[in-house]
Nanobody, 125 residues
Framework: QVQLVESGGGLVQAGGSLRLSCAAS????????MGWFRQAPGKEREFVAT????????YYADSVKGRFTISRDNANDTVDLHMNSLKPADTAVYYCAAGRRGYAYTLKKDDYDSWGQGTQVTVSS
């Protein structure tokens, strides 16, 4: 099992940018594909972005494509989410997740095995 801790959340105005980070520990980081999910009040947790083990492949939800960028630094066991052109609809608790199933990466939350505690992102209009 890998332990995950998110950081970098906060309050930002619409159109602004924010950078979330996720620090991993406990297992070999390169064994895991990584993902970011988010959950707004009254809604289920939804997929945001994912990245494969090497960092060479990524995939994004349509709602964030072109605005968010996921990246990983395997030397430092971290994965980041760079968020640009933020909208009030992006307001949610953002969760980092890790998985090691037989996929390069996946959009399905059930295919992730470890989760961070979440970090709040609030975008004001």
């Amino acid at each position: 099992q890998v332990q995950l801790v998110e950081s970098g959340g906060g309050l930002v105005q619409a159109g602004g940018s924010l950078r979330l980070s996720c620090a991993a520990s406990g297992r070999t980081f390169t064994n895991y594909y990584m993902g970011w999910f988010r959950q707004a009040p009254g809604k289920e947790r939804e997929f945001v972005a994912t990245i494969n083990r090497s960092g060479g492949s990524t995939y994004y939800a349509d709602s964030v494509k072109g605005r968010f960028t996921i990246s990983r630094d395997n030397a430092n066991d971290t994965v980041d989410l760079h968020m640009n052109s933020l909208k009030p609809a992006d307001t949610a608790v953002y969760y980092c997740a890790a998985g090691r199933r037989g996929y390069a990466y996946t959009l399905k939350k059930d295919d992730y095995d470890s989760w961070g505690q979440g970090t709040q992102v609030t975008v004001s209009s």
